[in-house]
């Protein structure tokens, strides 16, 4: 009895796998462009952070000597002037960046919790809480810096004047205070974004549980502590660390609030570095704190994503 061999694959259609790559062609070109436009500044950068950069070498700085690591080591110092400068401003940033992210979930979730059920005039509340975000950071900032003014300033119009809460109208701007006006606006401009992201997040959750919940007696609170936030644990691990980059790294807002030499109590890092490179010339430094400050940026988000993704695995 005689066996047939058994019929080989017929070879894949060329133009089938043509039709299959062509969309990964066409992203080529956008992916490099994108690539050149990352990497290009990150690598030059990283080439300034290596070199002795000042008013007197800027204007040729490929040229300009090499330092090696003395910028890194100048700025880590913190014995000498810039070290500590930079770890105060390091913590600062670290305290403005947890309660701007903190306050902005904590309000744009229970904006969307308090939004999800269908009532009159839903739409345009939501459309005014989304306004902040849609607005132009610069129109909106420069808006808060007339609103902190200490003399003409609505918050100090209706804190001394109309409601007399105080008896000296406080700078608002300048000092202590000056922290707690940038929380205020970076939150502000954050929590319609986090509002945004979980309203899209309940949506996938289907009403039956909560009716459910609701036939085995659990209240409104039960109802959020067992199937609200256990179901948008995937949208608040993207949204925590985007809020988190993008606080971190803000620059906008503490500029425009306060200008180019931010006060001692609101020095964010962002600002420390353009101070140390567009205001007291010293290009070099700068450079290695921007260095610093991305590898920081960089250990923190894989650190979050390998322990998120640990607990997924775990459950």
Same mark, same amino acid.
């Given at each position: 009895m005689t066996t047939t061999p058994p019929a080989r694959p017929a070879p894949p259609d060329r133009s089938a796998r043509r039709r299959a790559a062509l969309p990964y062609v066409l992203l080529l070109p956008a992916l490099l462009l994108e690539l050149l436009v990352h990497l290009t500044p990150m690598v030059v950068g990283a080439a300034m952070s290596l070199k002795q950069l000042t008013q007197f070498t800027i204007r040729d700085w490929s040229a300009a000597p090499w330092t090696g690591l003395a910028n890194y080591r100048t700025t880590v110092d913190i014995n000498a002037p810039v070290g500590r400068a930079l770890l105060h $401003?390091?913590?600062?940033?670290?305290?403005f960046t947890v309660l701007t992210v903190g306050l902005s979930w904590l309000i744009g979730?229970?904006?969307a919790i308090l939004l999800q059920d269908a009532f009159r005039g839903r739409g345009l509340l939501r459309a005014l809480f989304l306004l902040p975000y849609a607005l132009p950071v610069y129109a909106a900032v420069i808006t808060w810096s007339f609103v902190f003014q200490r003399d003409t300033g609505l918050l100090n119009h209706v804190l001394h004047d109309q409601l007399h809460l105080v008896d000296?109208?406080?700078?608002w701007l300048l000092g202590g205070n000056s922290f707690a006006a940038l929380v205020t606006v970076a939150v502000w401009r954050s929590w319609p974004f986090a509002f945004l992201t979980v309203t899209a997040g309940l949506q996938n959750i289907p009403r039956e549980l909560y009716e459910a919940a609701a036939l085995d007696g659990a209240g409104i609170r039960q109802q959020i502590r067992r199937i609200t936030l256990p179901s948008l644990r995937p949208v608040n691990r993207v949204l925590v660390l985007v809020l988190f980059l993008w606080t971190f790294n803000d620059f906008n807002t503490p500029y425009l609030l306060f200008g180019r030499s931010a006060p001692e109590a609101a020095d964010l890092v962002s600002v420390h570095v353009?101070?140390? $490179?567009?205001?007291?010339?010293n290009f070099g430094a700068g450079s290695a704190m921007s260095v610093l400050l991305l590898l920081f940026l960089l250990l923190v988000t894989a650190t979050y994503l390998l322990l998120t993704a640990r607990r997924r695995s775990a459950r």
């Open positions: $401003s390091f913590g600062i940033t670290c305290a979730t229970t904006a000296d109208k406080p700078f353009y101070q140390s $490179s567009f205001v007291t010339w």
